[in-house]
């Protein structure tokens, strides 16, 4: 069974960063998409950043572009999200997902194998 394992989170201060991983368990992500998706209390989860099997093509959510960067590592079977310049508003669960295809859209029901999640919060 396709597993994924996200972890990184933590707590930083306003401006700090933290660097998202997600590993695959049993199998290799060479052939999905991954996204990275977040979640914070009473709001819906949303997209937050995609990338292609290749690691060609690349998404951003606009809230994110220029501050956060997604990344594969092939040889170590892992995809990264890189996040500088946290915002308050960043706080939130943050769950990385594989999916099938690329459309080049961060779409929850594009992704069919999701992570546990990892807590990211944002603080002073």
């Known amino acids: 069974q396709l597993q994924l394992v996200g972890s990184g989170g933590g707590l930083v201060q306003p401006g700090g960063s933290l660097r998202l991983s997600c590993a695959a368990s049993g199998f290799t992500l060479d052939y999905y998409a991954i996204g990275w998706f977040r979640q914070a209390p009473g709001k819906e989860r949303e997209g937050v950043s995609c990338i292609s099997s290749s690691g060609g093509s690349t998404n951003y959510a606009d809230s994110v572009k220029g501050r956060f960067t997604i990344s594969r590592d092939k040889a170590k079977n892992t995809v990264y999200l890189q996040m500088n310049s946290l915002k308050p508003e960043d706080t939130a669960i943050y769950y990385c997902?594989?999916?099938?295809?690329?459309?080049?859209?961060?779409?929850?029901?594009?992704?069919?194998?999701w992570g546990q999640g990892t807590q990211v919060t944002v603080s002073s």
């Open positions: 997902a594989a999916g099938n295809s690329w459309t080049g859209r961060c779409r929850l029901y594009e992704y069919n194998y």
